[in-house]
């Protein structure tokens, strides 16, 4: 029990020298009057991971698969972004070619996110927002906003 004790207090010193050495929290978008921000206008719609949105659906015994396209009846990953990690809030698709994998962004009326996805759909100044919920995502709709880039 003692020797739990003495790695758990170690445990939470490192935490907290990492918290006071690395300013804040890990993550924290760069302040609002940064040079790097830059303004585009772009279409915004939303999406979430369900089959209508993201272009899936389940064979008779229940695997998810692609429904159309070149890809079709191949194996989907339900929930997984092209980056390869799992969507969530602040996951953002876009065109590649317009803004490149990682790329932060400030979207009003959703907050902060990455671009970690991209869509069949999304071509040129188009983002798609990542909601937990259809229902979420329809709410959304189609927005025509001014975005804040932040540059890498």
């Not at 990690?85 to 996110?113: C, E, H, N, S």
Request: proline share 5%; glycine share 14%.
């Amino acid at each position: 029990m003692i020797r739990f004790a003495k790695i758990f207090l170690l445990g939470l010193l490192l935490l907290v020298a990492g918290c006071a050495t690395t300013g804040g929290r890990r993550g924290d978008p760069p302040a609002a009057n940064d040079s790097r921000w830059r303004t585009m206008k772009m279409t915004v719609t939303g999406y979430c991971p369900c089959g209508e949105c993201c272009g899936w659906r389940r064979t008779w015994y229940g695997r998810p698969v692609i429904a159309s396209g070149p890809h079709a009846g191949e194996r989907k990953a339900v929930g997984i972004t092209a980056s390869g990690k799992r969507a969530g809030r602040g996951t953002i698709a876009a065109d590649t070619d317009v803004l490149p994998m990682k790329t932060q962004l400030f979207v009003p009326g959703y907050g902060y996110g990455t671009v970690e996805d991209t869509g069949g759909a999304i071509k040129g100044q188009k983002l798609d927002l990542f909601f937990d919920t259809h229902a979420k995502a329809r709410q959304w709709g189609v927005k025509r906003l001014n975005v804040r880039v932040l540059l890498p």
